[in-house]
């Protein structure tokens, strides 16, 4: 069985994503306010901090388990 693609990034979901990689992995996964603390450092502000989470749960770059956020696994 085919999997579809994922759907393309924008470059602020792309560039959530990169700033995430890593300390997703690192801690076996981030609770959303973990995450949202990670980006809101960066250039987003809370609000779109989370809804730039919301993007790649919806989108399946990420998933969300009990309260924790992880990467979605690739080939």
Known sequence: MSRNPPT???PTA?????????????????????ATQ????GDLDAVGAQ???EQLRL??????????LFL???R
Do not use: K
Not at 38 to 41: E, N, P, V
Not at 59 to 68: D, K, L, S, T
């Open 8 to 10: 393309p990034l924008g």
């Open 14 to 34: 792309s560039e959530a994503l990169e700033e995430l990689s890593d300390p997703l992995e690192d801690n076996d996964g981030l609770t959303l306010d973990e």
């Open 38 to 41: 990670i980006l809101a450092d």
């Open 51 to 53: 809804d730039t989470i």
């Open 59 to 68: 989108r399946g770059y990420i998933y969300e388990v009990e309260g924790q």
């Open 72 to 74: 979605t696994p690739t």
